[in-house]
């Protein structure tokens, strides 16, 4: 089952708006993983609502990737499924991410503590943690699941949108190269 991968892609969105940069704008400092540092990260994704978040954002972006696999697999397939199938391989898929979840977010919390622990400070991690207490900082972070949700959706939406042309691409590719690849056997 691809529920391990589609958790670490989620867990990896959701602690870039936490720490405020992308993986390729790393900046690390001469800190060594201290126990400190460790501790003061625990306070910071604590202040962020980090296990919240992740709970919370999990199950909805799940159930969408889940919602566009079948959709996408049926397509590829030719077939169509009976409503109440569909539901019940929904409800199997959700049931399954809520026992994963717990154990996920679990790890991954110690995982991002580790991180933050290696590029930032104990006192630049307390300070983070001041930051994330700030009231629009606190709203960021309350509405952070369902906004990321709505963008999601958004960014599906788009895909499908420009499924069709891509796949045209792609079938064109393939028939070039076979193409190719019958002339060069006949040749």
């Known amino acids: 089952m691809m529920t391990r ?9 959701l602690s870039a708006p936490a720490h405020g940069q992308s993986p390729d704008q790393q900046f690390p400092t ?3 993983t201290t126990e400190a540092a460790v501790e003061a990260s625990y306070r910071l994704l604590d202040s962020t609502g980090y296990d919240e978040q992740l ?3 999990i199950g909805p972006m799940s159930l969408m990737v889940f919602d566009e696999m079948l959709l996408q697999s049926m397509k590829r397939e030719g077939v169509e499924l009976d409503d109440e199938l ?8 959700a049931e399954e991410m809520d026992q994963l979840v717990e154990e996920f977010t679990r790890d991954s919390r110690i995982e991002a503590g580790l991180v933050y622990a290696r590029y930032f400070s104990a006192s630049e991690l307390d300070r983070l943690t001041e930051i994330y207490r700030d009231p629009v900082m ?35 590719v393939m028939e070039q190269y076979l193409s190719d690849l019958l002339a060069t056997e006949t040749s």
């Open 138 to 172: 606190r709203k960021s972070l309350t509405i952070g699941p369902e906004l990321q949700t709505e963008l999601m959706t958004i960014g599906m939406d788009n895909m499908r949108k420009y499924q069709p042309g891509i796949e045209h691409r792609m079938k064109a």
């Open 30 to 32: 001469d800190n060594s």
């Open 55 to 57: 709970k919370a954002t």
């Open 86 to 93: 569909k539901q019940k391989l929904r409800a199997a898929f």
């Open 5 to 13: 991968p589609l958790l670490v892609g989620l867990a990896l969105i």
